[in-house]
């Protein structure tokens, strides 16, 4: 007697398991985004502390240098993992754009009110040419003073972009040590022969804003639209504008960018070697030079700016130990990356963009109210740092809920509707 025997059941497709959050880096974006409203908390509330630790460290330049290491060290690679430029920046739009549009309405919002502290004169007497800067988010670079003081990081935030854009664009990826390097000994070297605001001062910053924005949005239609070489003359476009802006025309002096650019790359080359046992055994002493060249440079150049002697002196001891400690920071964090990390610290890692955009609103609401430190006792002040990080903490959380997630949502799908193209946008 024959026996039926059943067809094999049809093979099964495992969904491609999801990568998971690394909690680790939430951690530290939190952490950060704390010391920074620590920083800006210290003369309404604790000006002892600003007195005695603020001329050997600079709790607010730390905050931000562990913030740029963390950028530089997820942000290359989730553009080289997905592939897609144009899916790239959908994202990030989506990601940067609403909470700061929120955060600046406000803050202009509270300047006419007379909470905030008043809207720099540059923007008054020229708010086109301020509107169209900031919304390029390269307002620092491009001599104009932000309308909340924190928007000064972004603008670094998105020369690294069109830095990774670029270089992803002209096929160099991996290139995170060599980038970081060059920016590195190109710091002292820019610093030491250009002054700061180099090309706004010839041109006149309005001129400098106009051609900055035309090539900006000449480069990303490029980018995102154009053939093969065409695109990759955008590309070489947007690199050069960042390049030239960081180098040229920042705000804070060329040795000063192009070292923030050393470190954001720094942060990428350490994914690299992370994931490579070659890239460390080959780079891995190079790397340790970025942070020592970036203290060398502060040593040896400074500020400027017509500081006094004892002024400056200050700066370079409290930029030096903040680079060191943000770099001593963010490798404890990645020995320590296996570990369990708190829920508490990557929630607040999820809500550290609200954070550090907001906290400058409700800080300035404390400083309307405190007004004088002096007439108040050390208790009575150390609870209104606790209710400010309290408050700060519930703004966040809302402008993450109802602003930030809707809006990454939405950016998401937005980006989904595209295939995923490994390297098709070079």
């Not at 300047?111 to 004169?121: E, F, I, N, R, S």
Request: net charge positive.
């Amino acid at each position: 007697m024959q026996v039926a025997t059943l067809p094999p059941p049809p093979p099964t497709t495992r969904p491609t398991p999801r990568r998971t959050r690394q909690s680790w880096l939430d951690a530290l974006r939190g952490f950060a985004a704390l010391v920074v409203v620590f920083e800006h908390s210290l003369d309404p509330l604790l000006p002892e502390i600003r007195g005695v630790i603020s001329p050997w460290f600079d709790f607010g330049q730390y905050g931000v240098l562990v913030f740029f290491l963390v950028s530089g060290y997820v942000v290359p690679i989730s553009l080289e993992r997905r592939g897609d430029v144009r899916a790239f920046w959908i994202t990030r739009v989506f990601r940067l754009y609403p909470l700061w549009a929120l955060a600046a309405a406000a803050g202009a919002a509270f300047a006419v009110a007379g909470v905030y502290t008043t809207l720099p004169g540059q923007i008054a007497d020229r708010p086109w040419a301020a509107a169209l800067a900031h919304l390029t988010m390269l307002q620092d670079l491009l001599q104009v003073p932000g309308v909340v003081n924190v928007f000064w990081t972004l603008s670094y935030e998105m020369a690294f972009y069109l830095l990774v854009t670029a270089m992803f664009v002209l096929g160099a990826r991996g290139t995170g040590t060599r980038a970081s390097l060059a920016f590195a000994v190109g710091a002292p070297i820019a610093g030491a022969l250009v002054p700061a605001g180099l090309l706004s001062r010839g041109l006149g910053v309005e001129a400098v804003v106009a051609v900055a924005a035309a090539v900006l949005a000449g480069g990303f239609a490029a980018v995102l639209a154009g053939r093969p070489e065409v695109r990759r003359h955008g590309a070489v476009a947007l690199a050069v504008l960042a390049v030239a802006l960081l180098a040229l025309n920042s705000r804070v002096g060329a040795w000063q960018s192009l070292a923030i650019m050393a470190t954001m790359f720094g942060g990428t080359a350490l994914h690299h070697m992370e994931r490579s046992a070659a890239l460390r055994a080959r780079w891995g002493w190079a790397i340790c030079l970025v942070p020592v060249l970036a203290v060398a440079t502060a040593v040896w150049l400074g500020p400027g700016w017509g500081m006094p002697e004892a002024d400056q002196q200050a700066f370079k001891w409290s930029w030096s130990t903040a680079m060191i400690g943000a770099w001593l920071t963010f490798a404890a964090g990645l020995a320590l990356r296996r570990r369990a990390i708190p829920p508490v610290l990557a929630w607040l890692g999820l809500v550290s963009y609200s954070i550090y955009l907001l906290h400058p609103l409700a800080l300035q609401v404390v400083r309307r109210i405190t007004v004088d430190p002096s007439a108040m006792s050390l208790g009575v002040r150390l609870a209104w740092e606790a209710a400010l990080f309290a408050a700060v903490v519930a703004c966040a959380a809302l402008g993450h809920r109802f602003v930030e997630r809707p809006a990454q949502m939405l950016g998401r799908r937005l980006a989904a509707e595209r295939p995923v193209k490994i390297a098709q946008n070079r």
